[in-house]
């Protein structure tokens, strides 16, 4: 069992930064696969990025290319999305999410273990 925690949302004005913290206890996280996703007021909830066991391989959604980017400590159990360049568009709940893989994956049904969440809201 994996047990995963998000935490640096908050409220930041468009063209801002934010870094996003996903903190892993349990087994091995260093194992796993790692995604981030996000759900928006009435809407489904969305790929992000993801990161494989190493941290050698990402991959990111067409919206975040280029602003977002997903890295890894292993020694510390923990996934970084480090949010730049953040639009009203980027406002929705952040998840994290590790899957019992070492490969990255953009499916929800990759991932086995999810975290509650954190806000982040962008005003325009």
């Not at 995963?4 to 930064?17: D, I, P």
């Not at 019992?100 to 806000?119: L, M, N, V």
Request: include cysteine; charge should be positive; glycine fraction near 12%.
């Amino acid at each position: 069992q994996v047990h995963l925690v998000e935490s640096g949302g908050g409220l930041v004005q468009a063209g801002g930064s934010l870094r996003l913290s996903c903190a892993a206890s349990g087994r091995t996280f260093s194992s796993y696969a790692v995604g981030w996703f996000r759900q928006a007021p009435g809407k489904e909830r969305e790929f992000v990025a993801t990161i494989s066991w190493s941290g050698g391989s990402t991959y990111y959604a067409d919206s975040v290319k280029g602003r977002f980017t997903i890295s890894r400590d292993n020694a510390k159990n923990a996934v970084y999305l480090q949010m730049n360049s953040l639009k009203p568009d980027d406002t929705a709940v952040y998840y994290c999410a590790a899957a019992e893989k070492s490969a990255y994956g953009i499916r929800e049904g990759w991932y086995d273990y999810w975290g509650q969440g954190t806000q982040v809201t962008v005003s325009s």
